[in-house]
């Protein structure tokens, strides 16, 4: 796996892989993860780095462990996910961008129709993949 945001620890960037594979659907609800070690294998990283990830997503209230089987999906861990995303875009990320857009005089209107194309894009390629 490639690593590339040098400002965000590595146990960190795997456990944003590994919600998005949960909010993508490849992990359900009550789904067995991947060992520590084949994660790492996987990924190529420390096994005490995986570790580390799986004791975010569980103090996160993401996953479980079942002690002797491995950890799990827990139920209803995408709504979890996704509310934990949404907070954080509103609080950090969208004040930033504001922030850049009055710094850089783009109006709101320019913001929503380029949102709008954006859409309108991305709405195309999602049908192409169908």
Not at 8 to 13: G, N, T, V
Not at 37 to 47: D, P, Q, S
Not at 79 to 91: A, E, G, T, V
Request: hydrophobic share 30%; net charge negative; glycine share 6%.
């Amino acid at each position: 796996m490639d690593f590339k945001d040098n400002t965000k620890p590595i146990y960190l960037q795997l456990a944003d892989r590994l919600c998005d594979s949960i909010v993508s659907g490849e992990y359900g609800d009550d789904c067995r993860l991947p060992s520590v070690r084949e994660f790492a294998a996987t990924v190529e990283v420390n096994a005490n780095t995986v570790m580390r990830t799986y004791d975010y997503l569980q103090q996160s209230g993401v996953i479980y462990n079942k002690r002797g089987i491995g950890y799990f999906v827990v139920e209803g861990a995408s709504k979890i996910i996704r509310s934990n995303r949404l907070d954080s875009f509103m609080n950090e990320e969208l004040p930033e961008l504001f922030e850049r857009m009055k710094l850089l005089g783009i109006s709101p209107e320019e913001l929503s129709d380029r949102y709008a194309q954006y859409c309108t894009r991305h709405k195309k390629t999602n049908d192409n993949n169908k």
